[in-house]
């Protein structure tokens, strides 16, 4: 027989036990549910095919031959970690495409995880369902097709995967109280998965002050707290920057794809033109139909060129929203700043595309955590103020379940278009038809299969649209002695 006051004590840390554990099976089976349901989804990104750079990168790669070759070649060698995957790949399944999808959708699954178990550290009572929500269309949007059905998509997915795996890491370090061993290895892990991040694709040197906006936004530190963050936590992190960087600078491909990279336009011209972009990147998020694999955005040399002034007066009033409400809606402020780091690398570096939807994977998580923050909260403050709350919270649920729907059949419908690249240029002929390199790509697919009328006209649009297109004029040439028999 125990004191009344013990057993009282006793009884309710009991049920306090319960409801963790509850909550904490609860939480395993939504994201059982959400990969789960991910994974019957890109069954159909298995019939993908190569396409674009994956037979020259790839299949064609004489460094990926074997291992020795791999090895040799490391000094001289641009993403090691990347290239490593492409090695196994080659060595397993040689020139069988569906090998090749089983990690790049593995890797995507990884990273839903996650964006779950990542999201999970940052919400309230009133925000419980922001992960869950976030992980399921972060998982199952269509915007994701290119990184995970384009093979050489990889670079963007492994990068996310050690990106989001580092933050995760950090995060269990700067929670961990229980001395002064366990704290170590997971700072220890954090910067291995970031190392392995920037060695799968560069965008990941943003990591450091991904980091710092963790601790300011969500953690809510300041003052002498956020100093001794940044000296213990976030310090070897932008060591590795540095480390990178001269490694980067004594590379030799690295300094001819920087010399490159600076010859391709102008760096106002390419931030204004990533602007832009950016927007316009934006706006597929919510018309998926727009989906393109090669988009043709127009060059900017001014700001007063319509619809900069729009597009920069609206991307102003999101940052500026996003800062005014970063106290009472951290995870919404979050996920503005994030869109915009994982955005500047390309704002900031001339590439040859302006946009291509593989780039937007990992500032998709900032994308779609902001928009189902806004509407957990808009569904909460219309609950408090009607007599029947919980009807609004039932009709806010059908209205995602409806939007996951959608995106599942838009996913689909994609993930059909990559088993046979006529079909794939075809769509993107159809949407970017100004644009010579699809009717170049389209036409080399159709020659593959033995329609050279179809692919004369082709050739012949893209050197019509682009009289300097040295590939294009020599397709033509090609396919036109192939089909009156000189070859």
Not at 223 to 232: D, I, K, M, Q, T
Not at 411 to 424: F, G, K, M, S
Request: glycine fraction near 6%; charge should be positive.
């Amino acid at each position: 027989m125990c004191h009344s006051s013990l057993c009282t004590q006793t009884r309710q840390k009991s049920t306090l036990a319960g409801t963790v554990n509850f909550a904490t099976h609860l939480q395993g089976k939504w994201l059982f549910s959400i990969l789960l349901l991910t994974g019957l989804l890109y069954i159909t990104a298995f019939a993908g095919d190569f396409h674009f750079d994956d037979r020259p990168a790839i299949l064609a790669n004489p460094h990926l031959d074997r291992g020795s070759t791999f090895l040799g070649h490391l000094d001289h060698m641009v993403r090691p970690v990347l290239n490593a995957t492409f090695l196994i790949d080659r060595r397993l399944f040689d020139t069988s495409p569906a090998g090749y999808h089983l990690l790049n959708l593995l890797l995507h699954l990884g990273s839903g995880a996650l964006v779950y178990r990542i999201l999970m550290r940052a919400v309230t009572d009133e925000t419980r369902m922001v992960p869950v929500w976030t992980a399921l269309l972060f998982l199952i949007h269509p915007i994701q097709t290119e990184t995970i059905t384009y093979i050489s998509g990889r670079a963007s997915g492994l990068m996310a995967f050690w990106y989001l795996l580092a933050l995760f890491l950090y995060i269990k370090a700067s929670e961990d109280t229980s001395g002064q061993i366990v704290r170590p290895r997971y700072l220890a892990g954090a910067l291995l998965a970031f190392i392995l991040s920037v060695a799968s694709k560069e965008p990941a040197v943003t990591f450091p002050l991904a980091l710092l906006l963790w601790d300011t936004t969500v953690r809510r530190l300041r003052g002498a707290a956020l100093r001794a963050a940044v000296l213990s936590g976030h310090a070897p992190f932008w060591f590795a920057v540095l480390a990178a960087a001269l490694l980067a600078w004594q590379h030799p491909r690295y300094t001819n794809l920087a010399q490159f990279s600076l010859q391709i336009r102008p760096l106002w011209d390419n931030a204004l033109s990533g602007l832009h972009a950016a927007g316009y990147a934006l706006l597929l998020f919510i018309r998926p139909g727009q989906l393109n694999f090669d988009h043709d955005l127009p060059l900017f040399h001014s700001l007063s060129q319509w619809p900069l002034p729009l597009e920069l007066g609206l991307w102003g009033a999101t940052v500026l929203t996003a800062f005014l409400v970063r106290r009472r809606l951290p995870l919404l402020s979050f996920g503005v700043a994030w869109c915009i780091l994982q955005l500047l690398p390309t704002w900031l570096i001339p590439r040859n595309d302006l946009l291509s939807e593989r780039n937007l994977y990992l500032a998709s998580f900032g994308i779609l955590l902001a928009a189902v923050e806004l509407g957990s909260v808009l569904t909460h403050r219309i609950a408090a103020g009607v007599e029947r709350p919980r009807a609004v919270g039932i009709g806010a649920g059908a209205v995602g379940l409806a939007i996951a729907i959608i995106l599942c059949a838009a996913t689909a419908q994609r993930n059909a278009l990559y088993r046979d690249p006529v079909l794939l240029w075809s769509d993107t002929v159809a949407k970017s038809p100004h644009k010579a390199r699809p009717h170049n790509n389209l036409g080399y697919a159709l020659a593959r299969r033995g329609e050279w009328d179809l692919a004369i006209e082709e050739f012949r649009a893209a050197v019509r649209l682009d009289p300097d297109y040295a590939l294009a004029r020599q397709n033509l040439r090609d396919a036109y002695l192939r089909q009156v028999g000189r070859q």
